[in-house]
C-alpha cells in the first residue's frame, strides 16, 4: 500500500527516503517555508504595544492634567496620595523620598500593569512581537534553548491568578468613577448636580471594555468553573462558566479595545483639562 507524503523530520522511514522533502531544523533566525505575510501580526503587535507602553509610562509620571471636573484619568484611579478632590488620603505623603519621582499613578498602575503583562493572551503576543521567541509559528528564532516557563524568570507568570483579584477589585474603584463623573459641580453655586458629559460616556465605555477584558480572563475563568470536576453539578457555575467562555473566546478584542480605550480615556480627560478640548454635556 503506497504510504501517505511526510515532512515528519523525526521519521526514521522519512530520513531515509530521499524523494521526501526534509525539514530544516533548528532553523536559522527568520527562516521559514511560509509564504503568507506572518511578520504583519507580529509588527502591528509591536507598534502598537509599544506606543502604548511609551504613552502609559509618559502620562505615568506626568502627575498632571490626570483629572477635569469629575472625571479622573483610569491612569491615576484610585488615586491614593494626589492632590484632586479624588484623594483618598490627601496630598503626597511627607515622608516620599526626595530622590524618588512622585505621580499618585506609581502608586497603582503595577497592578493593572502586571495585570495585562502576565496576560495569557499578551504573552503569546509580545514573545513573538518583542522577544522574537519564535517571531511567528514555523519561524526560525534567533536562539537555540528554550527554558518555558517552569523555570525563572518566566515562573513569575504564574502569578496572572493573583493580578486578576487584583484587577477585580479595580474595576469597582472604575465603576465608582463613572458613577463620580455623573455629578457636576456647579460654579455658581459649588452644589453638585446630576449630569452626563462626553467624558462620562467614555469612562463609562472603558469600564464596558475592561469588564469584558476581565470576565474573559482565563483565570477567571478557572476560578468560578474550571476548578470544579463536575460543572453541571453547580448551574450557576455551570452558567458563569459559559458566559466567561463566551467572553474569553475573544479574549484578543477585548485585549486590545480595552487597551486603547484605557489610553483614550486618558488623552480626554488630559486634553480638556489643558484645554484643548470641549467636554460636551449631554444632559
Ligand atoms: Fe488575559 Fe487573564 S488571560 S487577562
Known sequence: MPQAPSSVPNSSAANTDSRLPLL?????FGNTSRTDAWWVTPLLVFLGLGGFVVYATWAAFAGTHYRFGPYL???????????????????????????LPWSPALLILWAPGGFRLTCYYYRGAYYKAFWADPPSCAVGEPRKSYWGENSLPLIFQNVHRYFLYLALIFLIFLTHDV?????FADPATGQTHFGIGIGTVILAVNVCLLAGYTFGCHSFRHLIGGCRDQLSKSQLSLRAYQCAHCLNRRHMVWAWCSLFSVAFCDVYVRLCSMGVWHDWRIL
Not at 530544516?24 to 536559522?28: A, G
Open 24 to 28: 530544516q531544523w533548528p532553523r536559522s
Open 73 to 99: 484619568s483610569p491612569f491615576y484611579s484610585p488615586e491614593i496620595f494626589g492632590d484632586s478632590p479624588h484623594s483618598w488620603f490627601g496630598p503626597k505623603p511627607g515622608s516620599w523620598p526626595m530622590w
Open 179 to 183: 458613577w463620580q463623573a455623573m455629578w
